[in-house]
């Protein structure tokens, strides 16, 4: 059976591969401590782990969580937890029931005792105050989890089996994971709504629709592929980029570019008059990703480019997608939209439509 793949952890991992890929043109260590490199390297190495176990034909005794932290300085002087600077750096340790909390893409903080059940774990969590921390763990049952929002999160943990078949990311793949992550986590969301009622979407929802897009892709794939944010591809930046670990097997590399479409801006301050956004404003906008998808797809000699729009107006119309389709597939590129209801009576009504002599 095939080895495990190691790594070198951390911002040294990310430089090494920009070091071959791009000639060090765009090095950037800008990402080392941030909760998306914790995730990011965390999924791999308990992937890599749970594989190890696999081989050697041994059984997961008991769950391994790791909690991010932004200072494991400041955390370890309020909290009496053992400072291991090598924890996941060997794939073969033995970390059943482990409970940590760190910065890093490797080492950190673990809790003196080593835990067996979820109870007990959830308890320790949120005694130290990481029930808000993005986490990550390994069960028993060979499944990973990822909470980006903390384990009392309202939002239910993304999932991946790792005993299931190999995993082929093409095309169809990536199209397939687009629209569970649209039924699973972004149709009916409340996370991305600053006031449903009004219509009103959070601060940033580009970058919030992006993050979430982004942990669910990572906790799906990582083991098999890389899944960026915002990595520079020619002159410009791509939203997510999707590049196979193995380019065989009709694997395929893709960029993912993110548009949202409002009915109207959000207030910087409480009281403001709403800003109304029009209809050829969000058509505008939309278009304008897919020259950008184009360009990022061409330049950095990717196979497949998706121009994803998450739609938070009222009207669940096609306008939209009646000037974009065409000129999305003159350039090749995969435009889908996605419309976020605001209310489980909008999800009804749209999904589970009467005909129309019951409507009256």
């Not at 921390?133 to 993304?158: C, H, R, Y």
């Not at 999932?159 to 699973?184: C, H, K, M, N």
Request: proline share 4%; glycine share 6%.
């Amino acid at each position: 059976m095939k080895k495990p793949m190691q790594r070198f952890g951390g911002a040294v991992e990310g430089i090494l591969e920009k070091v071959v890929s791009t000639a060090g043109s765009d090095i950037s260590v800008a990402d080392a401590g941030t909760r998306e490199a914790f995730l990011d390297s965390w999924a791999g190495k308990l992937s890599d782990h749970a594989s190890y176990l696999r081989s050697a034909g041994k059984m997961l005794a008991a769950p391994i969580v790791l909690a991010y932290v932004p200072d494991t300085g400041a955390f370890t002087k309020t909290h009496d937890w053992i400072i291991r600077r090598m924890l996941g750096v060997n794939f073969q340790d033995e970390l059943s029931g482990v409970l940590a909390a760190g910065t890093s893409e490797s080492g950190g903080c673990v809790h003196p005792q080593r835990f067996t059940d979820t109870g007990a774990i959830e308890t320790a969590i949120r005694a130290a105050g990481l029930q808000a921390a993005p986490t990550i763990a390994l069960m028993p049952q060979n499944k990973l989890f990822v909470w980006p929002d903390g384990i009392d999160s309202a939002e239910k943990p993304f999932e991946r089996d790792l005993s299931g078949p190999a995993i082929v990311i093409d095309l169809d793949a990536i199209d397939q994971a687009l629209t569970q992550f649209y039924e699973d986590v972004a149709r009916q969301t409340k996370k991305w709504w600053h006031t449903a009622s009004s219509r009103i979407v959070v601060n940033s929802p580009e970058g919030t629709v992006q993050y979430d897009l982004w942990v669910f892709l990572m906790a799906k794939y990582s083991h098999v592929a890389r899944i960026k944010q915002e990595e520079k591809i020619g002159n410009g930046r791509s939203d997510i980029t999707v590049v196979p670990l193995d380019t065989t097997c009709g694997n395929q590399s893709a960029v993912l570019e993110l548009k949202t479409l409002r009915d109207v801006q959000t207030p910087t301050q409480a009281g403001t008059k709403l800003g109304k956004i029009s209809q050829k404003s969000n058509i505008e906008w939309a278009a304008s990703g897919l020259q950008q998808t184009a360009a990022y797809r061409d330049d950095n000699k990717m196979d497949v480019a998706f121009l994803c729009l998450y739609d938070f107006c009222a009207t669940a119309g096609t306008e939209v997608m009646k000037v974009v389709s065409p000129a999305a597939d003159a350039l090749n590129v995969r435009a889908r939209r996605y419309w976020i209801t605001a209310s489980h009576e909008e999800h009804r009504k749209e999904r589970y439509p009467l005909p129309e002599t019951q409507k009256n």
